[in-house]
């Protein structure tokens, strides 16, 4: 019997634990995750004890906040649209959190937010914080309800000769490439009895000049690209130009515009909503900051 119990007890020491992903070092995990997508940390976040604590550490989202959030963090502090939090009790993932969700400035005349994946800025600027010509003439121009529109409201054209869009943003965007856009509908879009309808016997002219859109930066960027607006009934947008930023601390000027001055014809029918800029490649949702 004695010998029995001797080799059950040599039996058990001689055995040798299985390692698995949770014998992991809490610090080791969060090395690797530092070099995942916010999008996958969040993901891997329920895999395990020591995925859960590495995938909300400071050290892990630090690495993803942009070098300016707290340039961020105080532009959108000074809005009474947004929810005012204390910051200082804010983890990084809860910060980065923060920042993700649409962020109302300038008077609810823009919109900014990182973009959930790379942490970079989009932003969206409505037709009232746009200079465009004879606005203030409703035999021209006049802006009308949308609820396509994230700013509830767009501006829409009936008739003019000269057809002239201006804007400028000046702003410490993170460091990366951005993409320029104009958000353009032909035709005068509403809705009756719940379903969309559209009315596109305004729509005239931009068939027989194409527009001409430029963009120009403080640091002498440039882009210049002409077209024809023939897409009606939908909201088309429409590309500008690209620009980088090297430094997210130092304030970018982004000057741009959409126009067609040739006034040997009317153009009419267009319902100019909002410019966008997101980070290149970015793929847009329908709505923007449809969130």
Not at 10 to 28: N, Q, R
Not at 160 to 177: H, L, M, N, R
Not at 183 to 203: A, I, K, M, N, Y
């Amino acid at each position: 019997m004695g010998l029995s119990v001797s080799r059950m007890a040599s039996s058990e020491y001689g055995k040798t634990k299985k390692t698995s992903l949770g014998d992991l070092p809490e610090c080791c995990v969060a090395s690797i995750l530092v070099h995942l997508d916010p999008t996958d940390i969040s993901r891997l976040a329920g895999l395990n004890k020591a995925f859960s604590g590495a995938a909300n550490s400071d050290s892990v989202w630090t690495s993803k906040l942009p070098l300016n959030y707290k340039y961020l963090l105080d532009k959108a502090s000074m809005d009474a649209n947004n929810e005012v939090e204390d910051f200082k009790t804010l983890t990084q993932k809860e910060i980065y959190a923060h920042l993700c969700s649409p962020k109302v400035i300038d008077d609810s005349t823009k919109i900014f937010c990182l973009e959930k994946k790379k942490g970079e800025v989009c932003m969206l600027i409505s037709a009232k914080a746009l200079s465009i010509t004879g606005i203030d003439d409703r035999r021209y121009w006049n802006y009308i309800p949308n609820d396509n529109s994230r700013f509830n409201t767009v501006a829409y054209l009936q008739q003019t000769w000269w057809f002239q869009v201006d804007g400028e943003i000046d702003f410490c965007f993170p460091a990366g490439t951005y993409s320029l856009f104009y958000r353009v509908f032909l035709g005068r879009p509403s809705q009756r009895f719940g379903w969309r309808t559209c009315d596109t016997s305004h729509v005239h002219g931009w068939d027989k000049k194409p527009v001409r859109f430029e963009l120009s930066t403080s640091c002498g960027q440039q882009a210049i690209k002409q077209c024809y607006l023939l897409q009606q009934e939908n909201w088309v947008h429409y590309h500008v130009g690209d620009f980088s930023v090297e430094d997210s601390n130092i304030p970018t000027k982004v000057k741009f515009s959409m126009m067609q001055i040739d006034c040997t014809h009317t153009k009419g029918g267009l319902c100019m909503d909002s410019v966008l800029i997101y980070p290149k490649g970015y793929t847009r949702p329908r709505k923007p900051f449809a969130i």
